[in-house]
Each structure stands twice: as structure tokens, then as C-alpha cells.
């Protein structure tokens, strides 16, 4: 009965590798999230989807492409990895008329050696 | 640019103390403020919100408190209890932008039994 769920939950890889982190949520929201969270707990929005269509793209970098297939998926895709892409990246959604109540999924920490 | 400015970085408190952790902010365009709590490992969950047009709001052992002309919002948890511990964000969403969260950059709240 997960609410919002990632996988993989770790993820280590090389520099230059490219890497996919994929999201789905069972709550029937509309809107879903990527966030970042640094080293430092800093926690940043990267991209929003509503209903499939991209309405937050953040200043972040090309290398980083959201894809929604449908209402409850939202996958992040990265290509050639850097050391400072390293962090921990939040799945997260909302329903309609509550973007404040957000459902965060459990996370992904990603390390790039 | 938006920002909501969060202290203190961390918090240590006795068992069945008061803490309490405030925000600020410096757009005056926001719509609401939520507060999130996040335990090690596991991604932010919301915990209580409000309006900006509401001076306080209580939810059990947590109340916020707002102040519109100061540009001020705080959260105290009365009775602070060892399962309180844990990471705590400030957050408001900016008004014509519903869908879009602006984290403070966290509180590290440690219980002392």
C-alpha cells in the first residue's frame, strides 16, 4: 500500500555513466515532483508534471530529463553524471487544489564516484 | 529571489520542553506555509500548514504561529517528546505558483529523554 514509491533506493555509479531513477504513485494525484536534497538537508524543487505536462523546470542542468508516461509515473533520467549530482532525489506528488500537502516517496541517494 | 531563511540550524531539547523553530520570509506573495517533518532515511512528510491569512493553527502538541507584518512564521512543539526528533522544514508557496514549494533550509531537532 506504498504511497509514492522509487527505485532504486541506492544508486552508485562512475562519472560520465548515464542513470534512470523511476517514480509512481498509487494516491490517483494529479501533480508530481523531483527534488534534490544536498549533503547539507537542502532541499530543492527541480521539475513539476501536471497531468503529464512539465509545469516547474527548475534551473537545472540539460543532463537532467523528467519523462511522465502517465498521471502516476514521473522518472528522472540523467545523463554523463558528475561527482556533484550526488545527493538524495525525491520523488514527491499532490492532488488537486492542495499543492501544499505534498507525499514525498522514500528517496534515492545517488553517489557518483 | 524567493526565499524563506529558517533558524536555528539545530535544536536540542529536554523531554516535555517547548521547541520552537522559526522561518522568515521576503516575498510577501505567498499562498500558504507548511511545515514538514523528516526522520533519517525517509523522504519529508507534511506535519501542519497555514494560511496567510490565519494568526495561528493547532494541531495537537504542534502549533504554528504567523505573523503577516513581520513576514514571520513559527513552529513550537509543546511537550517535546524523543520521537520528535527529527529534520524540520519551513516552506511557503509562492502565489501564482501553486505548485511550487520553497524549503527553509532545515532544523535539526534532537529530544533529550
Known amino acids: 500500500d506504498t504511497a509514492v514509491s522509487q527505485t532504486p533506493k541506492y544508486l552508485v555509479t562512475q562519472m560520465g555513466n548515464d542513470k534512470s531513477i523511476k517514480c509512481e504513485q498509487n494516491?490517483?494525484?494529479?501533480?508530481m515532483y523531483w527534488y534534490k536534497q544536498d549533503s547539507k538537508k537542502f532541499l530543492k524543487i527541480m521539475f513539476s508534471?501536471?497531468?503529464?505536462?512539465?509545469?516547474i523546470n527548475e534551473t537545472v542542468p540539460n543532463r537532467f530529463s523528467p519523462k511522465s508516461p502517465d498521471k502516476a509515473h514521473l522518472n528522472l533520467h540523467i545523463n554523463s553524471l558528475e561527482l556533484g549530482d550526488s545527493a538524495v532525489y525525491f520523488c514527491?506528488?499532490?492532488?488537486?487544489?492542495?499543492?501544499?500537502?505534498?507525499?514525498f516517496g522514500p528517496g534515492t541517494r545517488l553517489t557518483v564516484t | 529571489q524567493q526565499q524563506v531563511k529558517q533558524s536555528p540550524q539545530s535544536l536540542i531539547v529536554q523531554k516535555g520542553g517547548i521547541s520552537i523553530i522559526n522561518c522568515a520570509y521576503e516575498?510577501?506573495?505567498?499562498?500558504?506555509f507548511p511545515w514538514y517533518q523528516q526522520f533519517p532515511g525517509k523522504g519529508p512528510a507534511l506535519l501542519i500548514a497555514?494560511?496567510?491569512?490565519?494568526s495561528e493553527k493547532k494541531e495537537g502538541r504542534f502549533t504554528i504561529s504567523f505573523n503577516k507584518s513581520a513576514k514571520q512564521f513559527s513552529l513550537h512543539i509543546m511537550d517535546s517528546q524523543p520521537g520528535d526528533s527529527a529534520t524540520y522544514f519551513c516552506?511557503?508557496?509562492?502565489?501564482?505558483?501553486?505548485?511550487?514549494?520553497?524549503f527553509g533550509s532545515g532544523t535539526r531537532l534532537l529530544v533529550r529523554p
Open positions: 514527491a506528488s499532490s492532488r488537486r487544489g492542495a499543492p501544499y500537502e505534498q507525499y
Open positions: 494516491l490517483g494525484h494529479d501533480t
Open positions: 508534471y501536471n497531468n503529464k505536462e512539465l509545469i
Open positions: 516575498n510577501t506573495a505567498f499562498d500558504y
Open positions: 497555514i494560511r496567510p491569512d490565519v
Open positions: 516552506a511557503a508557496i509562492p502565489a501564482g505558483s501553486s505548485y511550487k514549494l520553497i
